[in-house]
T-cell receptor, first 107, second 124 residues
Framework: DIQMTQSPSTLSASVGDRVSITCRAS??????LAWYQQKPGKAPKFLIY???SLESGVPSRFSGSGSGTEFTLTISSLQPDDFATYYC?????????FGQGTKLEIK | EVQLVESGGGLVQPGGSLRLSCVAS????????MDWVRQAPGKGLEWVGR??????????EYAASVKGRFTISRDDSKNSLYLQMNSLTTEDTAVYYC???????????????WGQGTLATVSS
């Protein structure tokens, strides 16, 4: 199975900050990487597919980058609504696997 | 508007069985693969498995942790997805999410819509 490792596990930041979350795969996953946002008590929300393609309606302050085994989710200027937990997921080979999550907290 | 509504969660004893359902609306259900994803309390997301569409003979994929115990099925005439869970252990306690797969093609089979989830609790 492909292991997905996110860092950091927790990130403290302020409104207006630029933040980045890293996701590393244990082997190459081509460009089959997605990002999801989850708020407490809610279902995850799909944000990004194929590493860097934003889902319709997702604010442009979100961006994704990377290739092969290392990927990054960047939020250019944090807004109050962005404080949540973020998960990466590889969908290159079964079983599809998620990172352990990164909790983005208000500093 | 795409909607996925799960039901069937509840309390079951270890070794027991539970069947979860998901009713879909707002899109052509028969044309999409569908996945189940679960989340244990306070933990991260775990992909459970997938059912493909009629054109791909409703074939399935499973995570190793549930293979042989869980069965994913669907009834396109009812726009419904199911997860039959047998031989349950306390490790299966989780919120189970029904998810839609965007498209069947490689690179595009990500999970674009999620239901609100249903909680299955395995405890004596």
């Amino acid at each position: 199975d492909i292991q997905m490792t996110q860092s950091p596990s927790t990130l403290s930041a302020s409104v207006g900050d630029r933040v980045s979350i890293t996701c590393r795969a244990s082997q190459s996953i081509s460009n089959c990487l997605a990002w999801y946002q989850q708020k407490p008590g809610k279902a995850p929300k799909f944000l990004i597919y194929k590493v860097s393609s934003l889902e319709s309606g997702v604010p442009s302050r979100f961006s994704g980058s990377g290739s092969g085994t290392e990927f990054t989710l960047t939020i250019s200027s944090l807004q109050p609504d962005d404080f949540a937990t973020y998960y990466c997921q590889q969908y290159n080979s079964y079983p599809y696997t998620f990172g352990q999550g990164t909790k983005l907290e208000i500093k | 508007e795409v909607q996925l509504v799960e039901s069937g969660g509840g309390l079951v004893q270890p070794g027991g069985s539970l069947r979860l359902s998901c009713v879909a609306s707002g899109f052509t259900f028969s044309g999409h693969y569908m996945d189940w994803v679960r989340q244990a309390p306070g933990k991260g997301l775990e992909w459970v498995g997938r059912t493909r569409d009629k054109g791909h003979r409703y074939t399935t994929e499973y995570a190793a942790s549930v293979k042989g115990r869980f069965t994913i099925s669907r009834d396109d005439s009812k726009n419904s997805l199911y997860l039959q869970m047998n031989s349950l252990t306390t490790e299966d306690t989780a919120v189970y999410y029904c998810t839609r797969v965007h498209q069947q093609f490689p690179g595009y089979d990500y999970l674009d819509y999620w239901g609100q989830g249903t909680l299955a609790t395995v405890s004596s």
